[in-house]
């Protein structure tokens, strides 16, 4: 094996986006919904419900759009980071690092389509058009869920089945994947359940957020921390 030390700050930085991510990520629900006048709507919300939450709240909705933005952007920084960081640690598993790529970018695009659709439906001729806020609004949770957790899972499984055949990742990585790679890809179950927030399929969306970002984010410290210090490429 050979070692490659001496990694600069803009490794750990790059290495950094990944939990950044996650905390734009963050910073956008608190504007969406713990500063605007009312919780996000749910799923089966009326027309009325709907129309109200977006005119009253379109800067809170505007910022959660603009930090979600910003948050796709930092995973597809974290995505061609790590798919790099596979591809000079394995040279000889390249489809792990393609995968983990193409995982993290369908990720990263959907994230940002999810924050246009927010935005849009705080444009007042939206927010007033029945069938044009009902449409966007339903492509807004399915941009902002499984269109999310299912590419995502791709790229958790690539960097999980690395961690655990390999030392170049910590177990625990590896570990922790396994059932963030499970539960993302269940989370397509909603497809199939009904349209409310009280579904159980939306109960494993949520959890599947939870670990995926958990995921993310001590991925992404680990790599910025200790991983990007010390790659050894395996022969």
Not at 5 to 16: E, F, N, V, Y
Not at 83 to 109: K, N, Q
Not at 159 to 171: D, H, K, V
Not at 192 to 198: A, I
């Amino acid at each position: 094996m050979r070692t490659v030390r001496g990694a600069g700050i803009g490794q750990r930085l790059w290495a950094a986006t990944g939990a950044l991510t996650v905390v734009l990520f963050g910073c956008g629900l608190l504007f969406g919904d713990l500063l605007g006048t009312d919780n996000y709507p749910p799923l089966d919300a009326s027309f009325a419900t709907l129309s109200r939450y977006f005119s009253d709240n379109r800067s809170e909705v505007h910022a959660l759009a603009f930090f979600h933005a910003l948050s796709a952007l930092a995973l597809l920084c974290f995505a061609a980071y790590l798919s790099a960081w596979i591809r000079i640690a394995v040279p000889r598993r390249g489809a792990i690092s393609a995968a983990t790529l193409a995982g993290g970018a369908g990720a990263a695009f959907f994230l940002l389509l999810s924050a246009l659709l927010y935005w849009a439906l705080a444009e007042p001729a939206v927010a007033s058009d029945a069938g044009a806020a009902r449409a966007i609004f339903v492509l807004s949770y399915l941009a902002g869920g499984i269109a999310i957790t299912l590419p995502l899972a791709l790229m958790i499984s690539s960097a999980t089945i690395l961690a655990l055949q390999s030392e170049l990742l910590p177990r625990w990585i590896g570990w922790l994947g396994v059932p963030a790679t499970g539960v993302s890809l269940t989370s397509a179950g909603m497809l199939l359940g009904p349209t409310n927030n009280r579904s159980a399929f939306y109960g494993i969306l949520l959890i599947a957020a939870v670990f995926g970002f958990a995921w993310l984010f001590t991925t992404s410290l680990w790599l910025a921390l200790r991983g990007s210090l010390a790659v050894r490429p395996a022969e």
